[in-house]
């Protein structure tokens, strides 16, 4: 049976020189198809997850398809049983991935594009290397077998993490990450600090689950909507995180009940019941915790948004991350 709404995971990197025009643009035709989710609008392209009914969701595409600039977005598209957002939010940023590198520009130069089945071909070579250009709490729930990764807490901080893998820059270094948005800045980053042999898996590892069944991909992944993770690997899959209090295995990624805290970690159900959603008795203890929820998922308050609606006062301050 088909299932009633559909995830777009997507992005473009193209020069837009009217940026805040677009992004009036883009939330009113999600406004107008009731699509909800996250974009960023930036003056080198676009970048989002929505998620809507299968017309909706047809639409909207078409519709950026329509515009030249983003004629070529590839979309990952992906079946659920409901809303994976509740609202939607488009905000204008000065870049679609944060990494603190304005002057990359991945529609100029990139790493070479590899699609899913000659990524998975390309893994076996003894000689390429895997590298995980995501954030540690992303890799610890799941990964490539054998992958190197930098220790980061978020991908802005991969610049000054580079002294980790100086020794690959004569390696052939195979990068990936959740959809491939990423791996564009990070390709063309490391070559421009002299890696000579940089490639990227084409959309990412959502791409390679639906394509190749993720062969080889160990444990789950982490996706920024109310899913959390979600399974990749239809072939050989194990189990590689573990519960962030106890050390069993779990593959239960959650939020720290404590908003103040707001710790991305897996938490087993025990461990989940007995401190209440939180990561430590600490924040057990905390005046800031939430009540406790098994889902581990803590979705913010809507300030007055009803989906279909959008904000009273839409655009009156030009410092709302919403307008």
């Not at 996250?38 to 909207?60: D, F, K, M």
């Not at 990624?253 to 209440?276: F, Q, Y």
């Not at 609606?309 to 991350?321: C, I, Q, R, T, V």
């Amino acid at each position: 049976m088909a299932l009633p709404y559909r995830v777009l995971l997507y992005y473009c990197f193209a020069e837009v020189q009217d940026a805040a025009l677009l992004q009036r643009q883009q939330l009113e035709k999600c406004l107008e198809l009731d699509l909800r989710g996250r974009i960023i609008v930036a003056p080198e392209g676009l970048n989002g997850t929505v998620s809507g009914t299968p017309e909706a969701c047809q639409a909207y595409m078409d519709w950026v398809h329509a515009d030249p600039r983003f004629a070529g977005t590839d979309f990952k598209i992906e079946d659920v049983a409901e809303q994976a957002f509740a609202r939607i939010n488009v905000r204008l940023k000065p870049e679609i991935v944060h990494a603190g590198l304005p002057h990359i520009k991945p529609y100029e130069r990139t790493g070479q594009h590899l699609t899913p089945a000659e990524w998975k071909a390309m893994m076996q070579d003894p000689d390429v290397v895997l590298l995980d250009v995501r954030s540690d709490y992303e890799h610890n729930l799941g990964h490539f077998k054998g992958a190197r990764r930098l220790d980061i807490e978020n991908f802005r901080e991969l610049p000054e993490h580079l002294h980790e893998i100086e020794d690959l820059k004569s390696k052939k270094v195979l990068t990936y990450c959740t959809g491939g948005i990423k791996c564009e800045k990070a390709s063309a980053f490391l070559l421009e600090q002299g890696f000579e042999n940089v490639y990227q898996l084409l959309g990412g590892i959502i791409r390679y689950g639906l394509e190749e069944g993720g062969e080889n991909f160990d444990g789950k992944c982490y996706v920024f909507d109310n899913r959390v993770a979600v399974e990749v690997n239809q072939v050989n899959p194990t189990v590689v995180a573990q519960c962030y209090v106890c050390g069993t295995q779990t593959e239960r990624m959650v939020n720290c009940a404590n908003s103040v805290c707001n710790r991305h970690v897996t938490i087993c159900p025990d461990c989940g019941v007995k401190l209440e959603g939180a990561c430590s008795e600490a924040c057990q203890q905390h005046p800031a915790k939430r009540p406790y929820n098994e889902r581990g998922v803590y979705t913010t308050d809507l300030n007055g948004y009803k989906p279909g609606l959008g904000y009273e006062g839409l655009f009156k301050n030009p410092d709302s991350a919403r307008a």
